[in-house]
């Protein structure tokens, strides 16, 4: 055999074995990040979708999951690409849960992730606006990270805009970045609490009155939400 070819066969070999060292090395989970639409305006419920996919080639078996309230998925947003701080939405981390879930290779399991009301435990309690996700119009990069059997795993970062809200959109966004119960209210309406009922007929009084809003469509499924929820408390309360 000639030189010439020996090399041939060494390098092609060499490639081999990277190929394989670098299959076993890539982790067998994967997590990517999307946003649901290009454009947001402020006061509007952020909607994100995160998506963890098995891209090995066996069955894998492991605690995953991807509904906040469980704590296993953190979020993290930043104004300037580099420095992020993390967004604790509400109720996050609030109910302790251990399961299995089973993923073939290829397989995936998604969900959809809101970002509006932020329960900042460092802000002041006064301090407007900034119990919110998005405070100010710009753009703004969002990441997030999975806690798994198998360790964590972080997502990649997109870019999601947040335009200056005009016209009759301006008056629902000064209602929602001065009222921190009123944002939650419309990210996560629950039944049952002092004011519920009380921030039910606000959000209705903002449909009403702005109908053409662009926050109008998501502060109806807010409604639908609550009413939903609501009738399903009646139903397991004792009469």
Do not use: C
Not at 34 to 43: D, K, N, T
Not at 77 to 98: A, E, K, M, N
Not at 99 to 118: D, E, F, Q, Y
Not at 151 to 162: H, K, M, R, Y
């Amino acid at each position: 055999m000639s030189m010439t070819i020996k090399w041939a066969a060494n390098l092609i070999l060499l490639g081999a074995v990277v190929h394989m060292v670098s299959a076993q090395n890539k982790p067998p989970l994967v997590a990517t990040l999307a946003v649901l639409q290009s454009q947001w305006v402020l006061g509007q419920p952020v909607e994100l979708q995160l998506i963890v996919t098995n891209q090995s080639s066996t069955v894998v078996k492991t605690s995953l999951e991807l509904d906040p309230e469980f704590g296993d998925v953190s979020v993290f947003v930043s104004t300037d690409g580099s420095h992020f701080r993390q967004y604790l939405g509400p109720d996050w981390g609030t109910v302790d849960i251990s399961r299995v879930t089973t993923l073939p290779p290829g397989a995936s399991k998604h969900a959809t992730i809101s970002v509006l009301w932020n329960n900042d435990l460092y802000r002041k309690s006064d301090a407007t606006g900034q119990f919110l996700g998005f405070s100010g119009a710009g753009t703004y990069s969002v990441k997030a990270k999975v806690l798994t059997g198998l360790g964590p795993i972080e997502s990649n970062s997109i870019n999601v805009a947040l335009l200056s809200p005009t016209g009759v959109d301006e008056d629902v966004w000064e209602a929602i970045r001065n009222n921190s119960r009123l944002a939650r209210f419309i990210q996560d309406p629950k039944p049952g609490e002092a004011d519920s009922d009380k921030l039910e007929r606000e959000v209705t009084r903002l449909v009403n009155t702005y109908p053409a809003a662009t926050h109008s469509a998501d502060m109806r499924k807010t409604l639908d939400k609550y009413s939903k929820r609501k009738e399903q408390m009646q139903k397991v309360q004792p009469h």
